[in-house]
């Protein structure tokens, strides 16, 4: 997607990317990007809920940063169950692959969303209150975030993995 496109390419120059993709024609696009570029990575074609495939990508990994996810807040609509598939089993995939491998100094970085706050004029959010506000998500996109969120904190705190959540 976008922002692991864009991410492949700041990180790429100095570190060997390993990226995990299901195939579409916009995955094909940013491929296509990538591949015109002097860039070190690895593509797996599969499914962030596969849990071979997830094995196979996490592995030896110092570092994982977490994109994955249906994205479509008005689809979510119409598939809810789309959406809590990959952004909730997804994650535990990851993480609970993460736990199993007893990978506890890979850093997992797990990019959540704004929109598990729900609507802007629900809150006043600065960067000191971000974490401390209320989680209100007004979808099944925005709940599928939320659950994907809680999920790795418990994670964090149950197992001990170093895991950041980002809520661009």
């Known amino acids: ?16 990317v390993t990226i995990l993709n299901t ?7 940013n491929l ?5 570029q002097p860039l070190a990575f690895r593509l797996v074609w599969g499914s962030v809920t596969d849990p071979e495939i997830v094995a196979k990508v996490v592995e030896d990994q110092d570092v994982i940063l977490h994109l994955a996810a249906f994205t479509s807040v008005n689809e979510s609509f119409r598939q809810p169950l789309a959406a809590l598939g990959v952004n909730v089993q997804g994650t535990y995939r990851i993480l609970d692959t993460v736990r199993r491998l007893g990978m506890t100094r890979t850093h997992v970085i797990v990019a959540s969303s704004c929109e598990v706050y729900g609507d802007a004029l629900d809150h006043d959010l600065t960067t000191d209150q971000d974490e401390a506000a209320s989680l209100n998500p ?28 980002v809520r661009p």
């Open 1 to 16: 997607g976008f922002h692991g496109l864009h991410l492949v390419q700041a990180l790429a120059p100095d570190h060997t």
């Open 138 to 165: 007004h979808s099944p996109y925005a709940a599928s975030k939320v659950a994907a969120d809680r999920l790795a904190y418990a994670y964090a705190k149950t197992y001990g993995l170093k895991i950041t959540i």
């Open 23 to 29: 195939p579409s024609p916009t995955a094909q696009r």
């Open 32 to 36: 296509l990007h990538l591949s015109q």
